[in-house]
């Protein structure tokens, strides 16, 4: 009898005779029959995700969806998924899962590679390589029949084989994706929305020999929240002609909920606080594209990219605090927000003080500051934090008064058109901080406070033809809340000449 049928089904070994035969052989035989058996499920993720993934010890059960979509990839011709979701529902797992498959399956038989990619560096470093390795621990190695990769290999951005390699490649390095050359090929994307088209186009260059007339197998599964309603991922989403060849999936707001891994109370918590129309909540919630509104102030994906800034902006050295914001509580359930900025474009996470007690938020600024009262503050004047205002003044330290209501004669950077008022202005300045036509460096902490709050305000043109930005009152009665983090970062950058040089 081969090794070749000992092949396992959902219910285990076929039959006790080959049972019996298999317990007869040496560990080291024993070994190698289960070692070929991972070529028996080259064809049959799904299968193998079921049967060779220590479920036990991961402490439930896959997805239905988790199942579902690695069966696609093999039933399209073109072997191409692309998966949106909600935030945070496994999607990041089950390509992990899918990667230990196909090292599995390919390893020792087939000369193989994996290239992953992402939309920035920080997601492959940060998540998706971290989840690879913690998703190795958790295959059933004893079942697979060789030993799990050592830890060095395991602290790696990369998993290398008898006959092949996974690796990260980063969006910058088109001639390395281009470059990727195996039997068989498997392109990751992830947080696909934010990856450039050339770097989708030399994965297909890579493609070129893979087909079912050949010896080669070329693999591409994409996975992404939803972004804006262009790009890419975007388009293929509406299966375009030059994109049918990729199948598609949507992890819905229901599925997740139904697979245990969104909260419903978390969904409508959600749907409160950033409303139902906003990109937000389609995005994050929903796995929905939201179209970028044109009378919204900062587009989503403008803040994401500030994130990403920020991500990798973290670790360095930020040597002085070049401005701080604070927006103060109006009643004793609102909350005081400050914000502090180093070097001039680096946004610190906020600190947030619950009550309205004036001098609570006075002590808490020095303390931010550290006694150097040359740091420009800029306060809310308006309610108590004129008590805010007057204490730090009397204390000597430079403090900016900041009245939204008050008339401007500022104009934005292209000099068309004035504003309504200061808080106008200063909320048109953070828009233009973050232009992504402006080559942009402001960096901004990945907070969903501080996303919902500068994401969701409107403008119009006046009348009398200057920009207004969408009243606090106005914004408050709309949501259900007030823009409190995204107020504090406003005000932080009053102080603050735009930061260039920084990346």
Known sequence: ???????????????????????????????????????????????????????????????????????????????????RSPHGVGKTALASMLVWWFFCTRDGF???????????????????????????????????????????????????GQTGEAFAVSTNDVDLIEGAHAQHLMYLFDEAKAIPASIWDGAEGAFANAGEETEFEGYAFAISTAGPAEGRFFEIFQHRDRYKIWWTYHITRDKAIAAGMMSPEWAEARRREWGEDS????????????????????????????????????????????????????????????????????????????????????????????????????????????GVVARLMELGYNVISFNGSERTTEVD??????????????????????????????????????????????WWV????RIMVEPKDQFKTRLGRSPDHGDSLVYALVGESPPVGIV
């Open 1 to 83: 009898m081969g090794f070749e049928t000992v092949l396992t089904s959902e219910k285990g070994i076929r039959s006790r005779d080959l049972l019996k035969w298999f317990i007869s052989l040496s560990p080291a035989d024993q070994r190698a029959a289960l070692r070929v058996n991972q070529w028996g499920f080259r064809d049959r993720p799904s299968d193998w995700i079921r049967h060779f993934i220590d479920w036990v010890r991961v402490r439930r059960e896959p997805a239905k969806y988790q199942l579902d979509i690695p069966k696609l990839l093999v039933r399209n011709p073109a072997h191409r998924v692309a998966v």
């Open 413 to 458: 950077e292209e000099g068309q058109f004035g504003f309504v008022n200061r808080r106008s202005a200063s909320w048109w300045r953070l828009r233009e901080w973050l232009d992504p036509s402006k080559k942009p460096t402001l960096a901004l902490p990945p907070d969903e406070h501080l996303v919902a709050d500068i994401t969701t305000p409107r």
């Open 110 to 160: 087939v000369d193989w590679k994996i290239v992953t990619t992402a939309g920035s560096w920080t997601q492959l470093t940060h998540y998706l390589w971290p989840e690879i390795h913690k998703w190795g621990k958790y295959v059933r190695w004893d079942l697979v029949g060789r030993d799990m990769p050592g830890n060095r290999e395991l602290m790696s951005l990369s998993l290398r």
């Open 279 to 386: 990109a937000l909540y389609k995005n994050k919630v929903l796995g929905q594209f939201a179209n970028v509104e044109s009378n919204v102030v900062v587009a989503l994906h403008w803040v994401e990219m500030a994130n990403a800034r920020w991500e990798r902006a973290r670790e360095r050295k930020h040597t002085r605090i070049t401005s701080v914001g604070v927006d103060v509580a109006w009643t004793g359930g609102d909350k005081s927000v400050i914000t502090v900025v180093w070097d001039g474009y680096f946004v610190d996470n906020q600190v947030v003080i619950w009550g309205d007690d004036p001098m609570q938020v006075v002590g808490r600024v020095i303390q931010v500051v550290e006694q150097d009262k040359s740091i420009p503050i800029t306060v809310d004047v308006i309610g108590i934090g004129a």
């Open 462 to 465: 006046s009348s009398a033809g």
